[in-house]
């Protein structure tokens, strides 16, 4: 098994639009009912989807960019695990787990308050991890300005997480109607480390910004990229859709 196939990790859910931000989700209620930001799952349940999708592109690589539905990228506490349950700090790696349980059971005061300790007290991977997890918690709580610090104080080399950070920054500026600032960073998500995987879910929230902002040129531009270069992917249906819906109010 290769990096780039440990690092992909594939999970269907139900409907396309289900990890836009309020803000982008109110603006584009007029074609398309959709839900809250998603929930990061449990590291040991990660881990299990991680061993079936890896069997799934072992045996029939060229039918993974086929699968059917939206892509939830349900990436962060995997990676998660795999820094803290390596770090030598044994006390960090002990208060992160008590604070990552709270996440994970949606109980954010709390775990906002534990990441919060460990993010001080603590350096080195288990901080970027806190701050990450508190970020994403700070966002939920509808914390925007907070949220935003946190998740720009993350930082990571990998294929995935860095992106997903990104996304996130966006998705915070994005609730408080800053899609100038909300588009830059779908940007950045969009623009590192591109595959086919994610790539076409930060590009369509680029779009829907742009759409927001007024800037209808870039919006249809960006769902051009979706169709053209994506075109396999789930993103590209409702690309084409939203496409089309610009162009015929630019002519008309």
Do not use: C
């Not at 506490?77 to 208060?95: I, L, M, R, V």
Request: hydrophobic share 40%; net charge negative; glycine share 4%.
């Amino acid at each position: 098994m290769d990096k780039n196939e440990r690092d992909f990790i594939i999970l269907q859910s139900f409907g396309t639009y289900n990890n836009l931000p309020n803000e982008l989700m109110t603006h584009m209620a007029k074609k398309e009912k959709v839900e809250s930001i998603e929930i990061i799952e449990s590291p040991e349940a990660l881990q299990q989807e991680v061993s079936k999708v890896t069997e799934l592109v072992e045996k029939n690589k060229s039918s993974v960019a086929t699968i059917l539905g939206g892509v939830v990228l349900l990436i962060a506490a995997y990676f998660g695990y795999q820094w803290y349950s390596t770090t030598q700090d044994a006390e960090g790696e002990k208060k992160l787990y008590k604070a990552v349980y709270a996440f994970e059971s949606d109980s954010l005061a709390a775990a906002a308050k534990d990441l919060a300790k460990v993010s001080d007290e603590f350096g080195g991977n288990t901080q970027n991890l806190a701050d990450l997890y508190l970020g994403i918690t700070l966002l939920k709580q509808g914390k925007f300005d907070q949220s935003i610090e946190k998740l720009k104080n993350f930082s990571s080399s990998d294929l995935l997480v860095q992106a997903r950070a990104y996304s996130l920054i966006g998705d915070a500026y994005a609730e408080k109607k800053s899609f100038a600032d909300a588009i830059d960073y779908y940007k950045k998500a969009s623009e590192h480390k591109p595959n086919k995987f994610f790539t076409p879910t930060y590009l369509l929230k680029l779009a829907n910004a742009y759409e927001a902002n007024k800037q209808v040129k870039e919006a249809v531009d960006t769902y051009s990229i979706i169709v053209e270069k994506y075109g396999q992917s789930a993103e590209s249906i409702p690309a084409k859709k939203y496409k089309a819906i610009l162009e015929s109010s630019i002519s008309e």
